[in-house]
């Protein structure tokens, strides 16, 4: 069993930043895929970044430019830097992982961006 747990949600004004951290319960050398994915009311889940051991690292079209995914292997940690937030970036993030093709969700992060 893995267990993934998000932090770093909070308020924020529009234009400024956050990072997000997920820790993860095993060594993140063992996991194969790792994401950043968000849902904001009303709206389906959507994947915001991706670190794939096959294909690297992938943004959405929106993020591009403002948010940074990154990895530390000694804290087993999955970060999310967010820059240049915007109102539209409001959502509950969520960290995902995969291990030997299971999937594993933590609870989520709230993120509020006023304008």
């Known amino acids: 069993q893995v267990q993934v747990v998000e932090s770093g949600g909070g308020l924020v004004q529009a234009g400024g930043s956050l990072r997000l951290s997920c820790v993860v319960s095993v060594s993140i050398f063992s996991i194969n895929y790792m994401g950043w994915y968000r849902q904001a009311p009303g709206k389906q889940r959507e994947l915001v970044a991706r670190?794939?051991?096959?294909?690297?690292?992938n943004y959405a079209e929106s993020v591009k430019g403002r948010f940074t995914i990154s990895r530390d292997y000694t804290k087993n940690t999955v970060y999310l830097q967010m820059n240049s937030l915007t109102p539209n970036d409001t959502a509950m993030y969520y960290c995902?992982?995969?291990?030997?093709?299971?999937?594993?969700w933590g609870q989520g992060t709230q993120v509020t961006v006023s304008s």
């Open positions: 670190i794939a051991r096959d294909v690297g690292t």
């Open positions: 995902y992982v995969e291990r030997g093709g299971v999937p594993y």
